[in-house]
Protein backbone atom coordinates (compact mmCIF):
# COMPACT_ATOMS: atom_id res chain seq x y z
CA UNK A 1 0.00 0.00 0.00
CA UNK A 2 1.40 3.41 -0.66
CA UNK A 3 1.45 5.87 1.97
CA UNK A 4 1.30 9.48 1.75
CA UNK A 5 5.01 9.96 1.97
CA UNK A 6 5.91 7.49 -1.15
CA UNK A 7 3.95 9.33 -3.25
CA UNK A 8 5.17 12.86 -2.42
CA UNK A 9 8.35 11.21 -2.67
CA UNK A 10 7.65 10.48 -6.32
CA UNK A 11 6.16 13.46 -7.00
CA UNK A 12 8.98 15.06 -6.10
CA UNK A 13 11.31 12.61 -8.39
CA UNK A 14 8.98 13.32 -11.49
CA UNK A 15 8.98 16.93 -11.41
CA UNK A 16 13.14 17.09 -10.89
CA UNK A 17 13.26 14.49 -13.97
CA UNK A 18 10.35 16.28 -16.35
CA UNK A 19 12.45 19.86 -16.11
CA UNK A 20 15.75 18.49 -16.18
CA UNK A 21 16.95 19.98 -13.13
CA UNK A 22 19.56 18.07 -10.91
CA UNK A 23 19.25 18.28 -7.19
CA UNK A 24 21.53 21.30 -5.97
CA UNK A 25 21.41 23.13 -9.16
CA UNK A 26 19.80 26.18 -9.37
CA UNK A 27 16.59 26.83 -11.73
CA UNK A 28 16.88 28.69 -14.69
CA UNK A 29 14.59 31.78 -13.15
CA UNK A 30 17.03 31.93 -10.61
CA UNK A 31 20.09 31.86 -12.79
CA UNK A 32 18.41 34.66 -14.20
CA UNK A 33 17.62 36.55 -11.43
CA UNK A 34 20.93 36.53 -9.79
CA UNK A 35 23.52 37.27 -12.78
CA UNK A 36 21.43 39.36 -15.34
CA UNK A 37 22.16 42.20 -13.76
CA UNK A 38 25.92 42.01 -14.32
CA UNK A 39 25.30 41.66 -18.15
CA UNK A 40 25.76 44.36 -20.65
CA UNK A 41 25.16 44.98 -23.82
CA UNK A 42 27.92 46.29 -25.89
CA UNK A 43 27.97 48.45 -28.75
CA UNK A 44 31.17 50.06 -30.87
CA UNK A 45 31.43 52.50 -33.53
CA UNK A 46 33.63 54.63 -35.93
CA UNK A 47 32.80 58.31 -35.33
CA UNK A 48 31.60 58.64 -38.93
CA UNK A 49 28.72 55.53 -37.56
CA UNK A 50 29.07 53.69 -40.79
CA UNK A 51 30.39 50.48 -39.36
CA UNK A 52 30.07 49.12 -36.25
CA UNK A 53 29.30 46.16 -34.01
CA UNK A 54 27.37 45.25 -30.91
CA UNK A 55 27.39 42.08 -28.73
CA UNK A 56 27.75 41.60 -25.10
CA UNK A 57 29.47 41.75 -21.76
CA UNK A 58 29.65 40.74 -18.49
CA UNK A 59 30.84 42.85 -15.56
CA UNK A 60 33.95 41.25 -14.08
CA UNK A 61 34.92 43.66 -11.53
CA UNK A 62 32.75 46.17 -9.40
CA UNK A 63 34.59 49.08 -10.30
CA UNK A 64 33.49 48.71 -14.04
CA UNK A 65 35.90 46.24 -16.18
CA UNK A 66 33.56 44.11 -18.67
CA UNK A 67 34.69 40.85 -20.50
CA UNK A 68 33.70 40.53 -23.84
CA UNK A 69 35.04 39.29 -27.35
CA UNK A 70 37.32 40.90 -29.00
CA UNK A 71 35.35 40.63 -32.51
CA UNK A 72 32.38 42.73 -30.65
CA UNK A 73 34.83 45.83 -29.94
CA UNK A 74 37.33 45.52 -32.83
CA UNK A 75 36.94 46.70 -36.24
CA UNK A 76 37.77 43.79 -39.12
CA UNK A 77 39.10 46.34 -41.50
CA UNK A 78 41.48 48.03 -39.30
CA UNK A 79 41.84 45.68 -36.57
CA UNK A 80 41.93 48.57 -34.23
CA UNK A 81 38.86 49.20 -31.21
CA UNK A 82 36.11 51.40 -32.63
CA UNK A 83 36.46 54.94 -31.55
CA UNK A 84 33.49 54.97 -29.83
CA UNK A 85 32.37 52.14 -27.00
CA UNK A 86 29.01 52.03 -25.18
CA UNK A 87 27.77 49.64 -22.43
CA UNK A 88 24.49 49.55 -21.57
CA UNK A 89 23.53 48.61 -17.67
CA UNK A 90 20.45 46.19 -17.32
CA UNK A 91 16.97 48.50 -16.79
CA UNK A 92 15.12 47.53 -13.97
CA UNK A 93 12.51 45.57 -16.40
CA UNK A 94 13.05 44.42 -20.32
CA UNK A 95 10.33 46.01 -21.53
CA UNK A 96 10.73 44.85 -25.45
CA UNK A 97 11.26 48.82 -26.31
CA UNK A 98 15.26 49.54 -27.27
CA UNK A 99 14.68 52.74 -26.40
CA UNK A 100 13.37 52.42 -23.28
CA UNK A 101 15.42 48.98 -22.42
CA UNK A 102 18.88 51.05 -23.72
CA UNK A 103 18.64 54.18 -21.49
CA UNK A 104 21.71 53.31 -19.28
CA UNK A 105 24.27 53.85 -21.50
CA UNK A 106 27.42 54.51 -20.38
CA UNK A 107 31.02 54.82 -22.33
CA UNK A 108 33.71 52.41 -21.97
CA UNK A 109 37.27 52.36 -23.39
CA UNK A 110 38.77 49.30 -24.58
CA UNK A 111 41.65 47.95 -22.04
CA UNK A 112 43.18 45.17 -23.61
CA UNK A 113 42.47 42.70 -26.30
CA UNK A 114 43.47 39.77 -27.76
CA UNK A 115 42.14 38.80 -31.49
CA UNK A 116 43.50 35.21 -31.27
CA UNK A 117 41.58 34.21 -28.22
CA UNK A 118 38.88 36.73 -29.10
CA UNK A 119 38.66 38.53 -25.78
CA UNK A 120 38.67 41.98 -24.72
CA UNK A 121 37.92 43.62 -21.53
CA UNK A 122 36.45 47.35 -21.22
CA UNK A 123 36.68 49.94 -18.62
CA UNK A 124 33.31 51.84 -17.84
CA UNK A 125 34.05 55.45 -17.94
CA UNK A 126 32.57 56.89 -14.43
CA UNK A 127 30.56 53.83 -13.45
CA UNK A 128 27.98 53.83 -10.56
CA UNK A 129 29.00 52.47 -7.72
CA UNK A 130 29.22 49.29 -6.52
CA UNK A 131 28.31 46.90 -9.67
CA UNK A 132 27.14 43.58 -9.70
CA UNK A 133 29.49 41.27 -10.78
CA UNK A 134 29.57 37.57 -12.79
CA UNK A 135 31.82 35.07 -10.85
CA UNK A 136 33.76 32.99 -12.96
CA UNK A 137 33.39 29.94 -12.54
CA UNK A 138 35.84 26.65 -13.08
CA UNK A 139 35.48 25.46 -16.08
CA UNK A 140 37.43 22.45 -14.98
CA UNK A 141 34.75 21.14 -13.20
CA UNK A 142 31.92 21.16 -16.29
CA UNK A 143 32.12 18.36 -18.53
CA UNK A 144 29.53 16.90 -21.23
CA UNK A 145 25.85 16.61 -20.52
CA UNK A 146 25.89 19.06 -17.70
CA UNK A 147 23.32 21.92 -17.92
CA UNK A 148 24.46 25.61 -18.75
CA UNK A 149 22.21 29.40 -19.85
CA UNK A 150 22.98 31.97 -22.01
CA UNK A 151 22.20 35.21 -20.96
CA UNK A 152 22.30 37.76 -24.37
CA UNK A 153 21.06 40.14 -27.11
CA UNK A 154 20.14 37.85 -29.97
CA UNK A 155 19.18 39.85 -32.86
CA UNK A 156 15.61 39.48 -33.94
CA UNK A 157 15.07 38.54 -30.64
CA UNK A 158 14.76 40.37 -27.21
CA UNK A 159 17.29 42.25 -24.95
CA UNK A 160 18.68 40.20 -21.93
CA UNK A 161 17.28 37.37 -23.76
CA UNK A 162 17.84 34.04 -21.85
CA UNK A 163 18.36 30.45 -23.23
CA UNK A 164 19.50 27.16 -22.02
CA UNK A 165 21.14 23.93 -23.10
CA UNK A 166 23.66 21.37 -21.97
CA UNK A 167 27.79 21.05 -22.83
CA UNK A 168 27.61 19.11 -26.15
CA UNK A 169 31.52 18.95 -26.53
CA UNK A 170 34.93 20.03 -25.46
CA UNK A 171 37.88 21.06 -28.17
CA UNK A 172 41.28 21.99 -27.13
CA UNK A 173 43.44 24.48 -29.30
CA UNK A 174 40.26 25.34 -31.10
CA UNK A 175 40.92 26.16 -34.96
CA UNK A 176 44.80 25.63 -34.25
CA UNK A 177 44.86 28.50 -31.75
CA UNK A 178 47.10 26.97 -29.20
CA UNK A 179 45.60 27.44 -25.15
CA UNK A 180 42.03 28.69 -26.68
CA UNK A 181 39.84 25.20 -25.06
CA UNK A 182 36.35 25.68 -25.59
CA UNK A 183 32.99 24.18 -24.93
CA UNK A 184 30.60 23.08 -27.57
CA UNK A 185 27.09 23.41 -26.80
CA UNK A 186 23.46 23.30 -28.70
CA UNK A 187 22.24 26.31 -26.34
CA UNK A 188 20.61 29.02 -28.55
CA UNK A 189 23.42 31.65 -29.89
CA UNK A 190 22.94 33.93 -32.61
CA UNK A 191 24.60 37.10 -33.66
CA UNK A 192 24.53 39.72 -30.24
CA UNK A 193 25.01 36.72 -28.55
CA UNK A 194 28.82 37.49 -28.68
CA UNK A 195 31.15 38.05 -25.68
CA UNK A 196 28.15 37.12 -23.44
CA UNK A 197 28.35 34.42 -20.21
CA UNK A 198 27.58 31.09 -20.45
CA UNK A 199 26.55 30.21 -16.81
CA UNK A 200 26.47 26.95 -15.01
CA UNK A 201 23.87 25.68 -12.79
CA UNK A 202 24.85 27.72 -9.75
CA UNK A 203 25.37 30.37 -12.25
CA UNK A 204 28.63 30.73 -12.41
CA UNK A 205 30.35 31.95 -15.63
CA UNK A 206 31.84 28.95 -17.46
CA UNK A 207 32.20 30.40 -20.56
CA UNK A 208 32.44 33.08 -22.86
CA UNK A 209 30.36 32.68 -25.78
CA UNK A 210 32.10 33.53 -29.16
CA UNK A 211 31.17 31.81 -31.92
CA UNK A 212 28.20 29.76 -33.93
CA UNK A 213 28.26 27.37 -36.95
CA UNK A 214 24.95 27.79 -39.38
CA UNK A 215 26.26 26.50 -42.62
CA UNK A 216 28.37 23.97 -44.04
CA UNK A 217 30.78 24.71 -46.56
CA UNK A 218 27.86 22.38 -49.16
CA UNK A 219 25.33 24.63 -48.24
CA UNK A 220 23.56 22.74 -45.92
CA UNK A 221 22.12 24.34 -42.42
CA UNK A 222 23.70 23.36 -39.19
CA UNK A 223 21.62 23.55 -36.29
CA UNK A 224 22.56 23.60 -32.37
CA UNK A 225 26.16 24.01 -32.86
CA UNK A 226 27.79 26.84 -30.80
CA UNK A 227 30.82 27.64 -28.98
CA UNK A 228 32.06 29.40 -25.57
CA UNK A 229 35.95 30.03 -24.74
CA UNK A 230 36.24 28.08 -21.46
CA UNK A 231 36.16 30.50 -18.40
CA UNK A 232 39.77 28.97 -17.28
CA UNK A 233 41.66 30.73 -20.64
CA UNK A 234 39.62 33.51 -20.15
CA UNK A 235 40.44 33.94 -16.58
CA UNK A 236 44.36 32.97 -16.91
CA UNK A 237 44.08 36.06 -19.89
CA UNK A 238 42.47 38.69 -17.86
CA UNK A 239 45.20 37.67 -14.89
CA UNK A 240 48.05 38.58 -17.78
CA UNK A 241 46.44 41.62 -18.22
CA UNK A 242 47.04 42.76 -14.80
CA UNK A 243 43.28 42.03 -14.00
CA UNK A 244 42.29 40.52 -10.85
CA UNK A 245 38.92 38.51 -10.67
CA UNK A 246 37.23 36.60 -8.23
CA UNK A 247 37.93 32.69 -9.63
CA UNK A 248 35.75 30.03 -7.90
CA UNK A 249 38.18 27.15 -7.79
CA UNK A 250 37.42 23.64 -7.27
CA UNK A 251 38.29 22.56 -3.61
CA UNK A 252 40.35 18.49 -3.48
CA UNK A 253 38.71 15.63 -4.05
CA UNK A 254 36.67 14.09 -1.21
CA UNK A 255 33.13 14.55 0.33
CA UNK A 256 32.99 18.05 -0.94
CA UNK A 257 33.37 18.92 -4.89
CA UNK A 258 31.13 22.24 -5.54
CA UNK A 259 32.91 25.03 -6.31
CA UNK A 260 33.36 27.62 -3.75
CA UNK A 261 34.84 30.81 -3.78
CA UNK A 262 38.48 30.68 -2.79
CA UNK A 263 38.85 31.36 0.79
CA UNK A 264 35.16 30.87 1.88
CA UNK A 265 34.16 27.66 4.03
CA UNK A 266 33.02 24.60 1.72
CA UNK A 267 29.50 23.11 1.51
CA UNK A 268 28.58 19.39 1.20
CA UNK A 269 27.64 19.20 -2.42
CA UNK A 270 26.07 16.11 -4.50
CA UNK A 271 28.21 13.32 -5.64
CA UNK A 272 30.67 14.90 -7.44
CA UNK A 273 30.54 14.49 -11.05
CA UNK A 274 31.67 11.19 -13.66
CA UNK A 275 34.56 12.65 -15.75
CA UNK A 276 34.02 10.89 -19.60
CA UNK A 277 37.56 9.99 -21.17
CA UNK A 278 38.25 12.65 -23.50
CA UNK A 279 37.27 11.91 -27.45
CA UNK A 280 39.89 10.90 -29.83
CA UNK A 281 40.64 14.76 -31.51
CA UNK A 282 37.98 16.07 -33.97
CA UNK A 283 37.98 17.37 -37.14
CA UNK A 284 38.58 21.04 -37.68
CA UNK A 285 35.16 22.66 -38.18
CA UNK A 286 35.64 26.19 -39.61
CA UNK A 287 33.39 28.79 -38.02
CA UNK A 288 32.42 32.62 -37.77
CA UNK A 289 31.34 34.45 -35.44
CA UNK A 290 27.42 34.85 -35.05
CA UNK A 291 25.29 36.18 -37.68
CA UNK A 292 21.88 36.87 -38.40
CA UNK A 293 20.02 33.76 -39.18
CA UNK A 294 19.10 33.23 -43.17
CA UNK A 295 15.49 32.25 -43.07
CA UNK A 296 13.53 35.87 -42.61
CA UNK A 297 11.10 34.92 -39.80
CA UNK A 298 7.48 34.53 -40.97
CA UNK A 299 4.84 37.80 -40.91
CA UNK A 300 3.11 38.30 -37.49
CA UNK A 301 -0.50 39.44 -37.31
CA UNK A 302 0.50 41.13 -33.99
CA UNK A 303 3.70 43.65 -34.04
CA UNK A 304 6.32 42.65 -32.05
CA UNK A 305 9.71 44.52 -31.29
CA UNK A 306 12.88 42.51 -31.93
CA UNK A 307 16.07 45.07 -32.32
CA UNK A 308 17.96 45.78 -35.39
CA UNK A 309 21.64 45.94 -34.21
CA UNK A 310 22.79 47.47 -37.73
CA UNK A 311 19.47 50.22 -37.17
CA UNK A 312 20.76 50.88 -32.97
CA UNK A 313 24.56 51.54 -34.13
CA UNK A 314 23.43 53.74 -36.35
CA UNK A 315 20.91 55.65 -34.07
CA UNK A 316 23.12 55.87 -31.75
CA UNK A 317 25.75 57.46 -33.80
CA UNK A 318 23.23 60.15 -34.79
CA UNK A 319 22.63 60.73 -30.94
CA UNK A 320 25.72 61.22 -30.26
CA UNK A 321 26.57 63.47 -33.29
CA UNK A 322 23.60 65.54 -32.43
CA UNK A 323 24.47 66.08 -28.87
CA UNK A 324 28.24 67.05 -29.85
CA UNK A 325 26.33 70.06 -32.30
CA UNK A 326 24.60 71.16 -29.54
CA UNK A 327 27.80 70.96 -27.18
CA UNK A 328 29.28 73.24 -29.96
CA UNK A 329 26.42 75.74 -30.34
CA UNK A 330 26.20 76.00 -27.01
CA UNK A 331 30.23 77.44 -26.41
CA UNK A 332 29.78 79.22 -29.88
CA UNK A 333 26.93 81.41 -27.66
CA UNK A 334 28.97 81.70 -24.58
CA UNK A 335 31.69 83.27 -26.99
CA UNK A 336 29.44 85.86 -28.45
CA UNK A 337 29.42 83.67 -31.88
Known sequence: ????????????????????????????????????????????HSDAGRKGSGGTGSIVQADGLVLTNAHVVVEEATGKPYSKITVFLKPERVTGEAKVDLSRGLPATVKSYSAALDLAVLKIVNPPANLPVVALGESNGTHIGDHVVAIGHPEQGGLWTLTTGVISAEFENFNGVQGKDVFQTETGLNRGNSGGPLLDGEGHMVGVNTAIARVAADGMPITSISFA?????????????????????????????????AGSAAVTPPAPPIVMPKPATPPAITVTPPAPPVVAPPALSEPVHPYNLDSLVRERERTERDMEDMMRDMRDRLRGR
Open 1 to 44: MLTIRTVWLSAVVSVFMSTGVVAGELSPREIYERASPAVVMVMG
Open 229 to 261: LKSSVAAGWLHTQGVATPVLVLPPPGPSTRPTP
